[in-house]
């Protein structure tokens, strides 16, 4: 039976950089062989931040066009019970009313060389849920999974908070499967926020001979080990470079997956990094980063590795999340009312009270 719906309903909607309103708008409407989704948490991610403040990536510059679109409402690290949805979607995905869903960040085309090659996650319209006008996010007590979106099931017996997770650590366990970790590797990442928290769980489980997590903040360097770090490194008190050279008889690390979005962390990692050594870059980062490139050629041969959303890695992801092997309660440290998004963003740029902080629509 499907559950009343209203008429209207409460969302965030962009209007441009430095300007997300709290609105009052209609809920949406599926067509044939979509989902109607009850929205029960929606994570603020860094690049949701950037978006907000402006940054070249998503609103252009002289060097690129604009990426995102205004009047739409953002959020693309969700969760949601279905509330209403055809035959067709049921069959399709696997679902039915009151089943707790969420949708990959990305919806696929399905008909660019990038889809056909089952690389969906690099779809050349690239419509990402909260960025684009087709695809409007979870801001809001409602939103729509469109007929060509990934949809995957999800426990009902964890908290919300916890299970819109489950888009984050996707995207960190993307960048630990780009690393090719191998069981004698020392694998560095450094951020422990909520994506370097997933790579340092998702390296763990690789087997690796030990990682290695880095961070200004004591607090989420302690949330590291919880997640499976080997050895923290403080990198306003320690020299990073010199602990990880005297670890590997001076070759340095293996692997460095970066998950900070710091400029500094780039030339941090080429300079951490042995010869012929993996590094992986995941972050959004708000400005232009300029390193020396020799270090990546003629000093080291490195090989250097972009990794971006979670691809195939979602099923991984929740699996992990409900067997209660994070400390999700540390990770997700606040939940705030939709109404006070803007504390949520403000919490999100400070950095050092929160971890990751999610909306619930009412």
């Known amino acids: 039976m499907t559950a009343q719906i209203p008429e209207k309903m409460q969302a965030v909607v962009c209007h441009g950089p430095h300007d997300y309103r709290l ?27 950037k978006c907000y403040h402006g940054a070249a990536k998503f609103w252009g510059d002289e060097n690129r066009p604009a ?16 509330v209403d949805l055809d035959d ?30 089952g690389q969906y996650h690099m779809c050349q319209p690239h419509d990402l849920y909260g960025f684009k006008r ?12 469109p007929v ?38 020392t694998v560095v990442v450094a951020g422990c926020g ?12 690789k087997n690796a001979l030990r990682v290695i997590a880095l961070d200004m903040a004591p607090q989420k360097l302690e949330l590291a080990k919880k997640c499976g770090a080997d050895l923290t490194i403080n990198i306003a008190e320690q020299d990073a470079v010199q602990i990880v050279k005297d670890l590997t008889d001076g070759y ?26 993996r590094y992986v870059e995941y972050s959004v980062f708000g400005s232009d980063v300029t390193v020396d490139w020799s270090i990546i050629s003629d000093d080291k041969e490195l090989d250097v590795l972009g990794a971006h959303l979670g691809a195939y890695c979602w099923p991984a992801a929740i699996k992990m999340i409900e067997s209660g092997i994070l400390p999700m309660d540390e990770i997700c440290s606040h939940q705030l009312p939709l109404s006070e998004f803007q504390q949520g963003l403000d919490l999100v740029a400070d950095g050092k009270e929160s971890v990751k902080v999610s909306l619930i629509p009412a």
């Open 194 to 205: 909520p994506i370097g928290l997933g790579m340092i769980a998702g390296a763990k489980a």
């Open 252 to 277: 340095g690390a293996d692997v460095y997956i970066e998950g900070t979005g710091h400029p500094s962390a780039v030339a941090q990692g080429l300079n951490l990094l042995r010869k012929c050594g």
């Open 88 to 117: 067709a979607a049921a069959a399709r995905w696997g679902i039915a009313v009151g089943d707790r869903v969420v949708s990959e960040q990305i919806v696929p085309c399905w008909k660019c060389r990038f889809c056909l090659r």
């Open 67 to 82: 990426w995102a679109e205004t009047m739409v409402i953002p959020g693309h690290e969700f969760v949601g019970r279905v």
């Open 134 to 145: 087709r695809t409007p996010g979870a801001m809001a007590s409602y939103m729509v999974y």
């Open 148 to 185: 060509e979106a990934l949809v995957h099931k999800v426990s009902g017996d964890i908290p919300p908070a916890h299970a819109a997770f489950a888009e984050p650590l996707s995207c960190a366990l993307h960048a630990v499967e780009r690393a090719q970790i191998l069981f004698e590797d």
């Open 23 to 49: 609105e009052e708008v209609a809920v949406p409407q599926r067509g044939p062989g979509e989902a109607l989704i009850k929205v029960e948490a929606v994570g603020i991610c860094a690049s949701d931040l």
